[in-house]
Nanobody, 124 residues
Framework: QVHLVESGGGLVQAGGSLRLSCAAS????????MGWFRQAPGKEREFVAA????????YYTDSVKGRFTISRDNAKNTLYLQMNSLKPEDTAVYYC?????????????????WGQGTQVTVSS
């Protein structure tokens, strides 16, 4: 059974940093493209960042470019999202997702597996 478990969320002031982690089990992590998505209150879930199965290719939505960094450690079956210079508009529940393929999608539909999410709240 596949499990994706996010951690690292919390309350931070604007301009601060957080590092999210997503621990994966029950799947061949190194063969999966991985993504981070987020859902703010009253809004639809949106793409944030994605990484190829090797980690060699990364993709970001425009609003987080230069502030967020996605990475992965295939030896530890873990995905990361380093978030710097956080803004109140980054407040959302953050989800990691897995797709058994090499290159990631930038939309949520193709992802087969999802975590339960971790709350990130950025105060002004």
């Amino acid at each position: 059974q596949v499990h994706l478990v996010e951690s690292g969320g919390g309350l931070v002031q604007a301009g601060g940093s957080l590092r999210l982690s997503c621990a994966a089990s029950g799947l061949l992590f190194s063969s999966c493209a991985m993504g981070w998505f987020r859902q703010a209150p009253g809004k639809e879930r949106e793409f944030v960042a994605a990484v190829s199965n090797s980690g060699g290719s990364t993709y970001y939505t425009d609003s987080v470019k230069g502030r967020f960094t996605i990475s992965r450690d295939n030896a530890k079956n873990t995905l990361y999202l380093q978030m710097n210079s956080l803004k109140p508009e980054d407040t959302a529940v953050y989800y990691c997702a897995a797709d058994p393929g090499d290159l990631p999608y930038l939309v949520e539909q193709p992802y087969d597996y999802w975590g339960q999410g971790t709350q990130v709240t950025v105060s002004s």
